[in-house]
């Protein structure tokens, strides 16, 4: 079986504003290009958003992943084992509970392993997600970011 790479970047114009992410998959010889824009977002959702939606594309079950991304949000989180005693604690005053919960459904059906890479720092995969995030937070059909206008919605009441 071959390794899958995943490399995923998160843009936000604004924080929050309108936002994106961008996904390169690569398993030996394919390679696929993944992006989607939001209307209002954070830099965070998307960089962890970008995570989830490349794993949830993985059909094989308990395929070797090697996540590479330059969120240390994202990659602290689960190789520093934060976001499994934030589940313990049932996620009390952390934000992004509905991805991190969406992320811990799909986590347990992969081998994975996160990398974290500088950004900005010319790795030519990095580079391109970083462009689709960008353009998908800059394009015409964004999506409403439901978890994160809820939120937002339900701390309005408060």
Same mark, same amino acid.
């Given at each position: 079986?071959?390794?899958?790479?995943?490399?995923?970047?998160?843009?936000?114009?604004? /924080?929050?504003?309108?936002?994106?992410?961008?996904? *390169?998959?690569? !398993?030996?010889?394919?390679?696929?290009?993944?992006?989607?824009?939001? %209307?209002?977002?954070?830099?965070? %959702?998307?960089?962890?958003?970008?995570?989830?939606?490349?794993?949830?594309?993985?059909?094989?079950?308990?395929?070797?992943?090697?996540? $590479? !991304?330059?969120?240390?949000?994202? *990659?602290?989180? *689960?190789? +520093?084992?934060?976001? $499994?005693?934030?589940?313990?604690?049932? #996620?009390?005053?952390? +934000?992004?509970?509905?991805?991190?919960? %969406? #992320?811990?459904?799909?986590?347990p059906k992969h081998k994975i392993r996160f990398n974290w890479i500088k950004g900005h720092a010319g790795h030519p995969e /990095?580079e391109r997600c970083d462009q689709l995030a960008v353009e998908a937070a800059e394009g015409h059909h964004l999506l409403i970011?439901?978890?994160?206008?809820?939120?937002?919605?339900?701390?309005?009441?408060?």
């Open positions: 079986m071959s390794k899958i790479s995943i490399y995923t970047d998160g843009a936000a114009k604004g /924080n929050p504003g309108p936002g994106g992410y961008g996904i *390169v998959l690569i !398993s030996g010889k394919h390679r696929k290009e993944v992006a989607q824009g939001y %209307r209002l977002t954070t830099n965070n %959702r998307m960089e962890l958003l970008s995570v989830i939606v490349g794993l949830e594309m993985i059909k094989l079950p308990q395929a070797e992943i090697h996540i $590479f !991304s330059d969120s240390k949000y994202v *990659v602290d989180a *689960v190789e +520093k084992g934060w976001v $499994f005693t934030w589940q313990k604690s049932g #996620f009390k005053k952390k +934000k992004n509970v509905d991805l991190w919960h %969406r #992320f811990l459904k799909i986590y /990095n970011d439901t978890g994160y206008e809820a939120e937002k919605q339900n701390q309005t009441l408060l």
